[in-house]
C-alpha cells in the first residue's frame, strides 16, 4: 500500500536553532515528493517538491528538505527556525495521478 | 501557480441542512479535488471533479451525501448534504497545477464548516 509517514505528531525547537520535520514514504516507482504548510485558520500552502535530480531541494520561506532514497525519506530542514515557523506540516506523495498525505506535524518554534 | 478561491469561508449550519460551497480558480484547470480535513487530522480526499464527466468518490464517500459539480474549467461546487456534528470539518478545494518540473497540487484556503 501507498503511504507517507510522518512520525512525530509535534516537534518543538527554539528560535534560532535548526529545525527538521521528518517524513518516509512507501510509494511505488519514482514518487514526486512535497511539503505544504497550513498556519492556523489557513488552507495548505505549497512549499517545496522533489521530482527528480539534486537530493537537496530548497522552497520558500528558506525551507529545505533532503531526498534519501535509500532511506525512503524527504525530511524538511530550516537552519534557523522563527516564531512566524509555528504551524501544522505536511508531508504529501504523489504517483499515478494520486496524493498520499502524512498525517501533519506540528512545529511549534518558542522565543 | 494557481488562484483559489473558496465560499464560504465559514459557516455554522444546523444539523439536517444541506450547504453548497464554490470553488473558483483563475485558470483553466482540468483536474479538481475536493478533501476533507478534521479537526487536528490529516487531508481526505473526498471526489476528484474533472470538466465534463461525473466525479470520482473516494471510498467513504458517496454522491447522494457529497454531490458535486463542474460546469466548466474554472469552477466547482461541493455540497454537503443532510449535515450531522460529524461533517464539521474544513472542506478544500484542490487543483492540479502543471509545471515544466512536474504537477504540483495547490489549495484554496478553506471552507470551516461547524454543524450544531
Known amino acids: 500500500a501507498q503511504s507517507v509517514a510522518q512520525p512525530e505528531d509535534q516537534v518543538n525547537v527554539a528560535e534560532g536553532n535548526p529545525l527538521t520535520v521528518k517524513c518516509t514514504y512507501s510509494?511505488?516507482?519514482?514518487?514526486?515528493l512535497f511539503w505544504y504548510v497550513q498556519y492556523p485558520n489557513r488552507g495548505l500552502q505549497f512549499l517545496l517538491k522533489?521530482?527528480?535530480?539534486?537530493?537537496l531541494v530548497k522552497g520558500s520561506y528558506g525551507f529545505e528538505a533532503e531526498f534519501n532514497k535509500s532511506q525512503t525519506s524527504f525530511h524538511l530542514k530550516k537552519p534557523s527556525a522563527l516564531v512566524s515557523d509555528s504551524a501544522l506540516y505536511f508531508c504529501?506523495?504523489?504517483?499515478?495521478?494520486?496524493?498520499?498525505f502524512g498525517s501533519g506535524t506540528k512545529l511549534n518554534v518558542k522565543p | 501557480s494557481a488562484v483559489i478561491s473558496q465560499k464560504p469561508s465559514r459557516d455554522i449550519c444546523q444539523r439536517g441542512t444541506s450547504l453548497t460551497i464554490q470553488c473558483q480558480v483563475d485558470?483553466?484547470?482540468?483536474?479538481m479535488f475536493w478533501y476533507r480535513q478534521q479537526p487536528g487530522q490529516s487531508l481526505t480526499l473526498i471526489a476528484t471533479?474533472?470538466?465534463?464527466?461525473?466525479?470520482?468518490?473516494e471510498s467513504g464517500f458517496v454522491i447522494d451525501k457529497f454531490p458535486i459539480s463542474r460546469p466548466n474549467l474554472t469552477f466547482s461546487t461541493l455540497t454537503v448534504s443532510n449535515m450531522s456534528p460529524e461533517d464539521s470539518s474544513i472542506y478544500l478545494c484542490?487543483?492540479?497545477?502543471?509545471?515544466?518540473?512536474?504537477?504540483?497540487?495547490?489549495f484554496g484556503e478553506g471552507s470551516w464548516l461547524t454543524v450544531v
Open positions: 522533489y521530482i527528480t535530480g539534486d537530493n
Open positions: 504529501a506523495g504523489y504517483n499515478f495521478n494520486k496524493f498520499y
Open positions: 485558470s483553466q484547470v482540468t483536474m
Open positions: 484542490s487543483v492540479e497545477w502543471p509545471g515544466l518540473s512536474g504537477n504540483t497540487i495547490y
Open positions: 471533479a474533472n470538466q465534463g464527466s461525473e466525479a470520482t468518490y
Open positions: 510509494v511505488s516507482g519514482n514518487p514526486y
